[in-house]
């Protein structure tokens, strides 16, 4: 997929022109993503350029504490020096200013479908625990299915907590583990009973069922979806 550089906006020639079709032509792409209901990477590169750009043009001088995850240390004094070179010349100012302009609105209408499409998945996931639930719920297993087939995807998860500027996250990482096909044997109970046979390092595992009744790709959408929605339900 075409991708855009942090400094896309400033980089080379300062030209309005070309600067619209270098993005229309990057926005396009991520809506041809969009169109097949695959969300990630693309949503959160765009709303990562369209956090930049505002950033950018509030002459933000602590922009880690927007996107800490992506900014190096390189390219945040890239931005800043970019900024004082432009702010010294009036006329160069305006175009880029023309640019910025134009660039936040435009990505915020591609940043409008795909949150659609999030919400939707959303509101369609229903998070239910398998079995008694033990006290750490930290670790152990998720079981992602479309209940309109049989297929239920198992992911062992971990969840871990960090803090960055005195603010404490939770981040989720999974494993695919293997594909089960649902039926009257293999139950959610039952596959749970294997699993705590099979990988004795989690004899008290958590397990909870992440259901949805559409249908969208695993990877781009569904999993990263219910693993944010789940975090959040974990927090609740």
């Known amino acids: 997929?075409?991708?855009?550089?942090?400094?896309?906006f400033a980089d080379g020639y300062i030209d309005f022109e070309l600067k619209?079709?270098?993005?229309?032509?990057?926005?396009?792409?991520v809506d041809?993503?969009?169109?097949?209901?695959?969300?990630?990477?693309?949503?959160?590169?765009?709303?990562?350029?369209?956090?930049?750009l505002v950033a950018f043009r509030e002459n933000k001088k602590y922009l880690q504490e927007q996107f800490p995850k992506k900014l190096t240390g390189i390219q945040l004094e890239k931005l800043q020096?970019?900024?004082?070179q432009m702010i010294e010349d009036d006329e160069l100012m305006q175009e880029l200013e023309s640019i910025i302009h134009y660039s936040i609105d435009t990505i915020k209408s591609t940043i409008s479908s795909g949150t659609e499409?999030?919400?939707m998945v959303e509101q369609s996931l229903s998070i239910n625990p398998v079995g008694l639930i033990p006290l750490d719920t930290t670790e152990g297993y998720l079981f992602l299915r479309n209940k309109n087939n049989k297929q239920t995807k198992v992911y062992q998860y971990r969840l871990s907590f960090f803090e960055r500027h005195?603010?404490?996250?939770?981040?989720?990482?999974?494993?695919?583990?293997?594909?089960w096909?649902?039926?009257f044997v293999n139950t959610y109970e039952s596959i749970k009973s294997e699993l705590i046979r099979n990988k004795t390092a989690l004899p008290n595992p958590?397990?909870?069922?992440?259901?949805?009744?559409?249908s969208y790709p695993v990877d781009e959408t569904f999993l990263p979806i219910a693993k944010r929605s789940f975090v959040k339900f974990l927090a609740a």
């Open 1 to 8: 997929m075409k991708t855009l550089s942090e400094t896309w």
């Open 20 to 29: 619209k079709y270098t993005l229309l032509a990057y926005l396009q792409e």
């Open 32 to 52: 041809k993503y969009f169109n097949e209901s695959k969300l990630y990477p693309q949503l959160a590169d765009v709303i990562f350029h369209y956090n930049n």
């Open 81 to 84: 020096l970019l900024y004082e």
């Open 117 to 119: 499409i999030y919400e």
């Open 166 to 179: 005195d603010s404490q996250y939770r981040a989720l990482k999974t494993n695919f583990i293997d594909d």
């Open 181 to 183: 096909v649902s039926n």
């Open 206 to 214: 958590a397990v909870y069922s992440i259901e949805t009744d559409l």
